[in-house]
């Protein structure tokens, strides 16, 4: 029997300390109207995104439905290890691999034997300080809900921390133009904390 209340004691606790680590691994803040997930890298569905870190997402009221004015948008943020600011290039190159594993795409054929692939440009803007700015836009194919062509208009951001060789991303992501109110909510959510911030 003292057996069984240790056992279940210590359940208890790690069930209570995994919790906690989760709650630390926030980077976003959002009112609780936001749904969240935390995913550890490396993320199952998609394994050649090669970071060591862990990735927030916040998904508003609506986003996974066709007639929603928040269709398909979202946010989420990468905290990850990195010898250095990642560049256009390298964020071109995941966000390809992350919407390729997400949607089941890639090199695969559709039921009318199309072949889809996601494409990914994004654009570096002036910003001060360790912050740097990028605009962009991901094409891909919305294997989810629409079955349709999908065009995200993407805003990000990238704080890079030298000292403790950590990067912080943050993307907002919506099919909508950036002109579209859903762009309102989007920027309402921020950062918790950025690179060199524990």
Known sequence: MKNFVITISLLCLSIGAFGQEKEQLNLLKADSTWIKEIIEFPIGFAQEIKFEGFEDLR??????????????????????????????????????????????????????????????????????????EYIGKVKTFDTRYSNKPLTFHVLAEQYYCERQKKAVLIFRYSPKTFEDDAWLKLKSITLERHACEN
Do not use: C
């Open 59 to 132: 998904f508003p009221e609506g986003w996974s439905k066709q007639d929603s004015p928040m269709f398909w948008s979202y946010v989420w943020a990468w905290s990850i290890t990195a010898t250095k600011e990642l560049t256009e290039n390298d964020i071109e190159r995941n966000i390809q691999f992350y919407f390729d594993g997400l949607l089941g795409i890639g090199s695969g054929k559709n039921a009318k034997g199309e072949i889809h692939q996601t494409s990914a440009l994004f654009v570096k803007r002036e910003a001060g300080g360790d912050t740097s």
